[in-house]
């Protein structure tokens, strides 16, 4: 796969236009033509490199992106409040914890609703076991001082703290670096069976 932005979307765009051209029906022509126009929104909107960049994270294996951290849910909230349009369904840090932002144009209702995303994020690692630990250290303000003091750390790596693992996060995007203790993992496989019992 070609990894020039501009040639990247072009292909995409060229692909879905040769699909649409062999299409067998009408509903599967307008889905393709909404594909193809979600390309040129991108492009349009000047948002290359933010889907380049979306792109990686798939690869990356590292937690989902976030468009903003605050340290307290007053900061947010004034945040959300002073966005004219609220980017609605993206996901924002509010003391390091996952919130999704709800924004609906019609009534202008604003919401910021906690996830579990990094626990079941967590627990996925802990499934799929932990790589071994880029560093230990015996108290966390060792360990946040030498995080912050890294130049350029990798989206996410595994730390030990007094014997515990963490999980280091760089969200890069906006330069948010923040440390997990896997203490906090969940098991969303066990949370799904959980969800069908009678």
């Known amino acids: 796969m070609t990894t020039n932005k501009r040639e990247l979307t072009k292909d995409v765009m060229g692909l879905l236009a040769r699909i649409q051209a062999t299409a067998q029906s009408t509903e599967e022509q307008e889905l393709l033509a909404v594909a193809i126009n979600a390309i040129l929104f991108i492009t ?53 914890q996952y919130h999704s932002v709800l924004y609906n144009r019609e009534l202008n209702h604003r919401r910021l609703i906690p996830l579990p995303v990094i626990e079941y994020h967590l627990g996925r690692l802990k499934r799929e076991g932990l790589p071994p630990a880029v560093a230990s250290f015996k108290t966390c303000e060792e360990a946040e001082a030498w995080f912050m003091s890294q130049t350029e750390p990798p989206d996410q790596s595994v730390l030990t703290i007094s014997g515990d693992s963490y999980l280091a996060v760089h969200h890069r995007n906006i330069n948010h670096r923040v440390l997990h203790p896997f203490s906090i993992a969940l098991d969303e496989e066990e949370h799904e069976h959980d969800a069908q019992e009678p």
């Open 44 to 96: 349009s909107t000047g948002q290359r490199y933010a889907f380049a960049d979306f792109l990686q994270y798939l690869d990356s294996n590292a937690p989902p992106p976030v468009v903003a951290a605050f340290q307290t849910r007053e900061e947010a909230e004034t945040w959300l409040n002073s966005q004219p349009e609220p980017p609605d369904s993206t996901l924002v840090l509010i003391a390091d």
